[in-house]
């Protein structure tokens, strides 16, 4: 069984042998973090990692924080499948984050998920462009006391964030690549992290005869999270989204289902269950289609562009 620090980049496939593939909940590989200590550790699933993305599952036990506070070299964005968890930056901003909300963690900020709640809490991330970097994991790490906390006796000794502002506005479909706030900004220090409420998502259409809903939950120059959602009815037929295909590598976690996934050019489709996954190469077009009474949910991982 591989480890997971030697997959990185290369799970399920080479970067080189991209092609469309359903990735069923069996096929997630599974490790807890850190692999050294599990008194302090999450429960992981890695869906995919390759050379622009790595989507994956961590749980925190009821009670339960993970240890090391984690860091990455590219930016990492939630989508809380089972709340609340409280995440921590290491400027002392705190915030307390439910199901189906977002997050979004500026490169090379530090962070920690605490969960003080009675069950186990599930949460869906997304890092680009790199997880890693050479060292994997990295060497030196922060301890809580260089964290800001309530009378924190290094709390003199760090950075003042106070000024950095929060979302104020609705956002409209021109803020694509920009939402909630500018990659670039968001990664200039000191850093804050971002929660996205349900109503802070940029809501937007895709196709205009047949449409979709898309809910972005984070959107910047280094990739993009949300949902897509099929609603019932086609009237002769299934419900069917436009056929697309972006800039970027695709991962899509199926919320709500089962959604079949057609590939129109390669005449090749998928049926992918709750909590199973699809990669979608760049460059590929694809189309959801819905052939039950019901919405269908899928929460989507774009890297780099739309």
């Not at 009675?118 to 997880?131: C, G, S, T, Y």
């Not at 699809?278 to 269908?296: H, K, M, R, S, T």
Request: charged letters at 20%; a negative charge; glycine letters at 10%.
């Amino acid at each position: 069984m591989p480890r997971f620090q030697d997959v990185m980049e290369h799970f399920p496939f080479e970067p080189e042998d991209k092609a469309p593939m359903l990735i069923r909940k069996t096929d997630y590989m599974h490790h807890i973090y850190p692999p050294n200590n599990a008194f302090t550790s999450d429960n992981n699933y890695l869906i995919v990692s390759t050379d622009t993305l790595l989507l994956g599952i961590y749980e925190l036990a009821p009670g339960g924080s993970f240890e090391p506070i984690d860091i990455h070299p590219g930016d990492e964005m939630y989508y809380i499948l089972e709340g609340p968890v409280v995440q921590k930056s290491n400027y002392g901003q705190y915030v307390e984050i439910q199901t189906g909300e977002g997050l979004l963690i500026p490169q090379e900020t530090w962070h920690q998920g605490n969960n003080f709640s009675d069950h186990k809490v599930r949460i869906l991330f997304f890092i680009a462009p790199k997880a890693w970097g050479e060292d994997v994991p990295p060497k030196v790490f922060p301890t809580a006391d260089d964290t800001k906390t309530f009378k924190g006796r290094k709390n003199g000794q760090i950075p003042d964030v106070s000024g950095v502002q929060g979302i104020t506005r609705m956002p409209t479909t021109d803020d694509l690549g920009r939402w909630p706030i500018d990659g670039r900004a968001a990664r200039q220090k000191p850093s804050n992290i971002w929660r996205i409420t349900d109503q802070d998502k940029l809501v937007t259409l895709l196709g205009n005869d047949s449409p979709m809903l898309m809910k972005f939950t984070v959107s910047t120059d280094y990739g993009h999270m949300g949902e897509m959602i099929v609603p019932p009815g086609g009237g002769k037929g299934p419900r069917c989204s436009e056929p697309t295909s972006h800039e970027g590598d695709l991962v899509l976690y199926c919320m709500e289902g089962p959604i079949t996934v057609n590939f129109p050019e390669r005449l090749e489709s998928f049926i992918m269950e709750p909590e199973e996954s699809i990669f979608v190469p760049a460059g590929e077009a694809y189309q959801l289609v819905n052939f039950d009474g019901y919405p269908v949910r899928a929460v989507f991982a774009i890297a780099p562009g739309l």
